[in-house]
DNA sequence: CCTCATTTGTTGGAAAAACAACATATTTTT
DNA sequence: AAAAATATGTTGTTTTTCCAACAAATGAGG
């Protein structure tokens, strides 16, 4: 019996797989937990990984920091999605991001040198293990190309639309929420709070957007 | 004896791959070739895709228009690099972006069911097929993060220095060239021609760099 | 309930980008 | 080699963002 398995199960990247497989592939994959209180630095900008990890509980924020101490939030991830896969693949190059508990954060490390080899005869799982990596990276994928898509409109007010829009439609519903505080969405669309404030504003008063804190609806023509 | 493996051994996504495995694996794949000229349209936004592609010669263009006709380019894709590979995983979505031939261009088709299906027995080559796609989403998603931070930068200046400065890194030299025109490289960064042809030329006064057509070089201090 | 800290909204001036229109340079075509 | 088409550079004006300082609202803790 695997201590958090079942949260374990949860995530994406344990997809079709049991228990049982579970608590063979646990081993091989060398794997560990750690917890996090808020605020905690997980990985430093400018260091090497060597381990893919998953949120157990709790939340990161992957954070890109530049000399000047300009913060952009590259996205916060949460219960069961992953961070660090993507540079584990190229353990010798430092990492541009630095990943910080954003609460209480539980999180599973694995050995990323032990996902990639298929270990022994019976590993079924693995190959599991690793079409759902695949799956996961196709969807981060389509979520940078998507983060690009708003970073590429050129005025606030373009990039909030697109942004919100995205949301709107990816909700399905009228009234939709966002992750984001008003800080935390203009450090995720690169643009000054201030002026974003601003913007919203303009928006709800030209009669197009409707939104009180995280809660937001487009208005109908 | 296969038509163009030599080209396709190439690719990234056959390395560790012989011809003897490849005459089994493309039919396995469902493989095809087609040709394209200068301007073709390969993918258009909009459309559903059902293949991953493979550039065996000249190149394509990644291409995003908003409904204003604003056009971006995300990406040159060339020799043995792939396209589409991140939404055939998605394939009733439909995509968010249209490819275009760049050139005379000669393109690999992969049924893109066929690659996560580990087929029959013997089938090694496959497990190293998969292996291969994960580094290359790897090395995309690097590519994306690398995009999204020019982008966050607030200011052309910064946005041309911070892409400029990551070319010279990579290059390893002095003096690197880039893969665009003014005009393409303005599409890139998102931001006005005008405005970066005068912001190159005030870096140019101001001894930070020196350029002659594509060929750039930061100045020592 | 009050105080303090944090978040969000507002405003005006400075800086930068977008835009437009045109000049110059380069490339392609004939 | 000349003409046409395309790409790049320049300049002045308009628009938008950035920035800073402050006001208002919200939330947390005692």
């Known amino acids: 019996m695997i201590e958090n398995s079942s949260l374990i199960l949860q995530s994406p990247l344990f997809y079709g797989i049991n228990e049982e497989d579970l608590s063979h592939l646990l081993p091989?994959?060398?794997?560990?937990?750690?917890?996090?209180?808020?605020?905690?630095?997980?990985?430093?900008?400018?260091?090497?990984?060597?381990?893919?990890?998953?949120?157990?509980?709790?939340?990161?924020?992957?954070?890109?920091?530049?000399?000047l101490g300009n913060r952009t939030i590259f996205s916060r991830v949460t219960n069961g999605e992953l961070f660090g896969e993507t540079f584990s693949f190229f353990e010798s190059e430092p990492i541009p991001i630095s990943v910080i508990s954003d609460d209480n954060t539980l999180v599973l490390f694995l050995d990323c040198r032990q996902i990639l080899t298929t270990c022994s005869s019976t590993c079924k799982f693995h190959h599991q293990l690793i079409e759902n990596m695949l799956r996961i990276f196709a969807r981060k994928n389509i979520f940078l190309n998507k983060k690009i898509r708003y970073l590429s409109k050129r005025t606030t007010r373009e990039k909030?639309?697109?942004?919100?829009?995205?949301?709107?439609?990816?909700?399905?519903?009228?009234?939709?929420?966002?992750?984001?505080?008003?800080?935390?969405?203009?450090?995720?669309?690169?643009?000054?709070?201030?002026?974003?404030?601003?913007?919203?504003?303009?928006?709800?008063k030209e009669g197009i957007l409707d939104f009180h804190k995280n809660q937001f609806r487009f208005q109908q023509s």
């Open 28 to 67: 091989c994959l060398k794997a560990f937990t750690k917890t996090y209180s808020k605020n905690e630095i997980i990985f430093l900008a400018g260091s090497t990984i060597h381990h893919t990890c998953v949120v157990l509980q709790g939340g990161v924020q992957i954070v890109y920091e530049d000399i």
């Open 160 to 204: 909030l639309l697109s942004y919100l829009s995205d949301e709107a439609t990816a909700s399905g519903k009228g009234i939709f929420s966002i992750p984001f505080s008003r800080q935390e969405l203009a450090d995720f669309l690169c643009v000054e709070r201030s002026a974003m404030s601003t913007e919203l504003n303009k928006l709800k």
